[in-house]
């Protein structure tokens, strides 16, 4: 009995899904896979929660195969291991799967499972998926490109799928059987398509008013963002479904408006800014797709040996474990491991503090973030990681600070105190910088500062101004211009000259 094989990845989900589409409208026996790998449960950027994340998703792609006429068949071992055992006990004649930009291990991984599919004579269609553009060619042509696969039509759901063979399929995984730690803090969303789309709805009937003016602050982001990055990353939504549901939403505000409606103009705002979010998710995954040695070496060879040898551990597991006496920087850290979330904003002020603060090397703290972020998505997350801590070359310095953020984001200090309840009694003036009190002072408001809640790791104005002249010369080497150039011309954003000083 011949088989054809749907692999699901990181696409856990059934509308929208090329090649699950393809493998019905061939009509054949069909396997619908998901495979536990072992590499990836214990690689670095792994954690529990992702782990409990998955689960749920499969949970509900299974569901919801079996309501088509089949069901999800789960397998544990490596790849293409898995496909071999299958191969010789049913042979497969083809497997259809996405083009999935991952980290290294999947990116070696899909290299091994094509080198097996050749060298085994079965077909490996890999479908292109949502905006990111394999083997691309000029980035000059990426955003035609994206802007035509937003456009494209959906692809529906099957009505029914071929039933799948009487094959056997495992348990799904245990924490433990995963080997993996039990979970410290339950994530504050769950996994599977059904919550993702609530998410979507909600943020498109209600919670997105105000997204544009609110995504900032922390205290306003959690409601009024999005909240579906973990249902893209995870596959659960497809990025060219939640930009159509953006434009729909749209359309249906103006046709309201031209019929003489009042509606707040907030909506519009905030709608173009999602979508340019979308764009920009795929704009930083294509960079990934392009040069998958970015999760492990400066974008910028330039920068190489910045940090490097300049790594303090004490530093960075104060920052880990919210000691950083910065009540900003460590209220945002709490409520990253309380919920799995934190704002783009406030994810950027712990990456700048860690990197030019701490003068740490982006690598360990992308890994640790990488572990805390429920909606970690490697094509973002490294390339961010390394703009915030300057080593693009092309992108602007932004060395925040924890103080200044606190005054923005948080002026009376709601946040602060809600996350670092040591400082609940510090009145909103030297909430920012409760090490700038007198010591009567902390006495009288019961936090004495060194004890009750630590003294600055470093000096703000010294580590600013010390990462400010350091990042500054090693950009203006002749080194660095040129292979800046060259890093912007493989990965830069062309929506404004190179030389614009605003990007």
């Not at 456009?151 to 529906?156: D, G, H, N, V, Y």
């Not at 795929?282 to 330039?302: G, M, S, T, W, Y």
Request: glycine share 6%; net charge positive.
């Amino acid at each position: 009995m011949a088989v054809q094989i749907v692999w699901f990845c990181r696409d856990l989900r059934t509308t929208d899904h090329g090649p699950l589409a393809a493998a019905v409208a061939s009509g054949l026996p069909c396997l619908y896979l998901y495979v536990y790998e072992p590499e990836q449960l214990q690689a670095e950027d792994f954690s529990t929660a992702h782990f409990e994340f998955l689960n749920r998703c499969l949970a509900e792609l299974d569901d919801r195969l079996r309501q088509l006429g089949a069901r999800l068949t789960l397998r544990h071992g490596r790849l293409p291991d898995v496909f071999e055992a299958l191969h010789r006990e049913y042979g497969i004649i083809e497997i259809h799967s996405h083009e999935e930009t991952g980290n290294w291990l999947s990116y070696q991984r899909d290299r091994r499972v094509r080198a097996w599919a050749r060298g085994a004579g079965v077909r490996l269609t890999e479908h292109a998926c949502n905006g990111v553009v394999r083997r691309l060619s000029d980035r000059d042509a990426w955003s035609g490109i994206w802007k035509q696969r937003m456009r494209a039509t959906l692809i529906p759901e099957p009505a029914r799928v071929p039933q799948s063979p009487d094959i056997a399929s495992l348990a799904p995984l245990t924490v433990q059987q995963a080997g993996l730690a039990p979970l410290s803090h339950p994530s504050q969303q769950t996994g599977g398509r059904t919550q993702g789309l609530a998410w979507l709805q909600s943020f498109l009937e209600t919670r997105g008013l105000h997204y544009r003016s609110e995504m900032s602050s922390p205290l306003t982001a959690a409601e009024s963002c999005s909240r579906i990055s973990p249902y893209l990353a995870f596959g659960c939504l497809s990025v060219r479904e939640a930009v159509q549901a953006g434009r729909e939403t749209l359309w249906r505000l103006r046709t309201r408006q031209q019929q003489g409606e009042s509606l707040d103009a907030a909506w519009f705002q905030s709608l173009a800014s999602f979508e340019s979010r979308l764009a920009w998710r795929c704009h930083f995954i294509q960079k990934l797709e392009d040069e998958p040695a970015i999760e492990f070496r400066n974008v910028n060879p330039a920068f190489d040996g910045l940090r490097e040898n300049e790594f303090r551990p004490d530093l960075f597991h104060a920052w880990c474990e919210s000691r950083t006496g910065y009540p900003m920087v460590d209220a945002c850290m709490r409520f990253l491991q309380a919920g799995g979330w934190l704002n783009f904003r406030m994810r950027a002020m712990l990456m700048s503090f860690a990197a030019y603060h701490l003068w740490l090397h982006w690598r360990q703290p992308s890994l640790f973030l990488a572990r805390l972020f429920l909606d970690y998505e490697p094509g973002i997350h490294y390339c961010q990681c390394q703009m915030q801590s300057g080593v693009t070359g092309i992108n602007a310095i932004r060395i925040y600070s924890p103080a200044r953020q606190a005054a923005d984001q948080d002026p009376q200090g709601e946040f602060i105190r809600r996350w670092v309840p040591e400082l609940d009694g510090v009145p909103d003036e030297w909430i920012a910088e409760p090490h700038r009190m007198s010591r009567l002072q902390q006495d009288l408001f019961g936090c004495r500062i060194g004890r009750d809640y630590p003294l600055p790791i470093v000096h703000h104005e010294t580590a600013f101004r010390s990462a400010q002249a350091r990042i500054f010369a090693a950009r203006s080497t002749v080194l660095a211009r040129q292979q800046s150039a060259s890093v912007y011309q493989k990965h830069g954003s062309r929506r404004r000259p190179m030389n614009d000083p605003g990007r």
